[in-house]
């Protein structure tokens, strides 16, 4: 059975940095798109960064020279080190396992990011 487990999330102030992990388990996914998603209230789930088998990373324009996305694929990981954090990043982020090339996919239950004063 896939599950994936997101952690890393939380409150923090604008100027300031977090670090989400997910950690997949169930099958091997090498050869994955790895991904995070956020989703603010009462707005659509959009990808913020993704990375996929050979190492290609792409990201939102509003993130660009902010977060970097990574994968550690022996330990099924893929992370987002946020930095410069604005209160406009608050939302639920989610990770996201998408098999290239097919319809298969796989999401986290979320982890909720605020940042705020």
């Known amino acids: 059975q896939v599950q994936l487990v997101e952690s890393g999330g939380g409150l923090v102030q ?23 998603y956020f989703q603010a209230p009462g707005k ?3 990808l913020v960064a993704s990375v996929d ?3 290609w990373s792409n990201y939102v324009e509003s993130v660009k020279g ?7 694929n022996a330990k099924n990981t893929v992370y ?3 930095n410069s954090l604005k ?6 982020y989610y990770c996201n396992l998408r098999r ?6 796989y ?11």
């Open 14 to 36: 604008p100027g300031g940095s977090l670090k989400l992990s997910c950690v997949a388990s169930g099958r091997d996914f090498s050869d994955y798109v790895m991904g995070w």
């Open 66 to 72: 902010r977060f970097t996305i990574a994968r550690d």
């Open 53 to 55: 088998s050979g190492g």
């Open 100 to 105: 290239a090339g097919t319809l298969v996919q």
């Open 44 to 46: 659509e789930r959009q």
């Open 87 to 92: 209160p406009e990043d608050t939302a639920v």
């Open 107 to 117: 999401w986290g239950q979320g982890t909720q990011v605020t940042v705020s004063s």
């Open 80 to 82: 987002l080190q946020m």
